[in-house]
Nanobody
Framework: QLQASGGGLVQAGGSLRLSCAASGRTFSSYYMGWFRQAPGKEREIVAAINWTGSRKYYSDSTKGRFTVSRDNTKKTVYLQMNSLKPEDTAVYYC???????????????????WGQGTLVTVSS
């Protein structure tokens, strides 16, 4: 299972840190991803990180503001979100890609396990 937490209400310009705690086989030995879905929109990737942390991916809209990290000893992935904007408002999901890959996949279909989501609301 994947358990996401850390969402909440924050003013524009503020920060939040999301956490995703994994158990069992859901903590992939390769990529873990963060996605988000705003009302009426498709789910989109926000960031991803490989097992060692040596490869990180960020979407264009979050690059420079968000930082993804992981602590394998705690089976936890983090998403530090700074300089939040109202357009960042969405339900955020963590997901696990259990396939052996060198390069990140950004499509939802590549991810096998999903957390329940945590709501982030950014007020203007």
């Amino acid at each position: 299972q994947l358990q996401a937490s850390g969402g909440g209400l924050v003013q524009a310009g503020g920060s939040l840190r999301l956490s995703c705690a994994a158990s069992g086989r859901t903590f992939s030995s390769y990529y873990m991803g963060w996605f988000r879905q705003a009302p009426g929109k498709e789910r989109e990737i926000v960031a991803a990180i490989n097992w060692t942390g040596s490869r990180k991916y960020y979407s264009d809209s979050t690059k420079g503001r968000f930082t993804v990290s992981r602590d394998n000893t705690k089976k936890t992935v983090y998403l530090q979100m700074n300089s939040l904007k109202p357009e960042d408002t969405a339900v955020y999901y963590c997901a696990s890609d259990t396939a052996v890959r060198t390069l990140v996949r950004t499509d939802t279909g590549a991810y096998d396990y999903w957390g329940q989501g945590t709501l982030v609301t950014v007020s203007s």
